[in-house]
């Protein structure tokens, strides 16, 4: 059984940033490309950003150049440091597997982070 436990959100001004934390309960934690999602109100959930298992990173087209998405294979976590936040960042965070661009373990949300940009 997989689980993710999310952490880091807050209240933020337009132009600051904020680092997420994902921690992963699964067993091969090494062998998943791992991902940040984040839904905001009244929208569906979309994926912002990929971390591959080799390393690679894919970004949505919004985020590029101000988030970044690491992970650390030996602590099982995923972070996602974000810069330069704008009010459209607004959402709920969470992180799940990556498949194709979809989420490998669908029925296995966390709880998510909530961040919030306004002044």
């Known amino acids: 059984q997989v689980r993710f436990v999310e952490s880091g959100g807050g209240l933020v001004q337009p132009g600051g940033s904020l680092r997420l934390s994902c921690e992963i309960f699964?067993?091969?934690?090494?062998?998943?490309?791992m991902g940040w999602y984040r839904q905001a109100p009244g929208k569906q959930r979309e994926l912002v950003a990929t971390?591959?298992?080799?390393?690679?990173?894919t970004y949505e087209d919004s985020v590029k150049g101000r988030f970044v998405i690491s992970r650390d294979t030996a602590r099982k976590t995923v972070s996602l440091q974000m810069n330069g936040l704008k009010p459209d960042a607004t959402a709920v965070y969470y992180c799940?597997?990556?498949?194709?661009?979809?989420?490998?373990?669908?029925?296995?949300w966390g709880q998510g982070t909530q961040v919030t940009v306004a002044a």
């Open positions: 799940n597997t990556v498949l194709f661009g979809s989420p490998l373990h669908p029925t296995s």
């Open positions: 699964i067993i091969v934690f090494s062998a998943y490309d």
């Open positions: 971390i591959f298992n080799d390393g690679r990173t």
